[in-house]
T-cell receptor
Framework: AQSVTQPDIHITVSEGASLELRCNYSYGATPYLFWYVQSPGQGLQLLLKYFSGDTLVQGIKGFEAEFKRSQSSFNLRKPSVHWSDAAEYFCAVGAGTNDYKLSFGAGTTVTVRA | DAGVIQSPRHEVTEMGQEVTLRCKPISGHDYLFWYRQTMMRGLELLIYFNNNVPIDDSGMPEDRFSAKMPNASFSTLKIQPSEPRDSAVYFC???????????FGDGTRLSIL
């Protein structure tokens, strides 16, 4: 079964600085990869997805992620964070015959300081 | 377009009571998922439906939990009897196809006293 690791539980970043959130997955073939964001009291909103093709994926809110097969990673980046980016971010993977069954990472909480 | 709609947003009830959570998926989505989110266990898939039929309920924690989807626009998750350890945020999500992105509702925050 696939699994996802988000090594960073909490990241603090200054407004205007760049942000990178790490995500590593465990699966033998190419999985389906997603990044979701959750604001307090809200559901999860899809930021971007990777199924195949170009390994650099653009998403909403200025986010992008890069799929690196050799490193089994799908890191999320944003060049300049805004205070509204403070939230919890989840990486998820679906794979194989159970591709509907997303495995979510534990999440990374992002705090943005002025 | 309306997203996934869940009700109620908050539920506080006493142990032993029956709890019913409701979900309206996005119109046209053939897949519906129920998740539970807790600090200790993160996001867990409880059950999913395809075309109103339950396909995989292996994540349902106990027989106290049951889910139904009587039609394409409505699903319920029921807990009877409820226990304090059931306190969590319950999310419903839907997707167009099985490997397409899942769209989440805002969740139901359940507190069992």
């Amino acid at each position: 079964a696939q699994s996802v690791t988000q090594p960073d539980i909490h990241i603090t970043v200054s407004e205007g600085a760049s942000l990178e959130l790490r995500c590593n997955y465990s699966y033998g073939a190419t999985p389906y990869l997603f990044w979701y964001v959750q604001s307090p009291g809200q559901g999860l909103q899809l930021l971007l997805k990777y199924f195949s093709g170009d390994t650099l994926v653009q998403g909403i809110k200025g986010f992008e992620a890069e799929f690196k097969r050799s490193q089994s990673s799908f890191n999320l980046r944003k060049p300049s964070v805004h205070w509204s980016d403070a939230a919890e971010y989840f990486c998820a993977v679906g794979a194989g015959t159970n591709d509907y069954k997303l495995s979510f990472g534990a999440g990374t909480t992002v705090t943005v300081r002025a | 377009d309306a997203g996934v709609i869940q009700s109620p947003r908050h539920e506080v009830t006493e142990m032993g009571q029956e709890v019913t959570l409701r979900c309206k998926p996005i119109s046209g989505h053939d897949y519906l998922f129920w998740y539970r989110q807790t600090m200790m266990r993160g996001l867990e898939l409880l059950i999913y439906f395809n075309n109103n039929v339950p396909i995989d309920d292996s994540g349902m924690p106990e027989d106290r939990f049951s889910a139904k989807m009587p039609n394409a626009s409505f699903s319920t998750l029921k807990i009877q009897p409820s226990e304090p350890r059931d306190s969590a945020v319950y999310f419903c999500a839907s997707s167009l196809e099985r490997n397409q992105p899942q769209h989440f509702g805002d969740g139901t925050r359940l507190s069992i006293l």
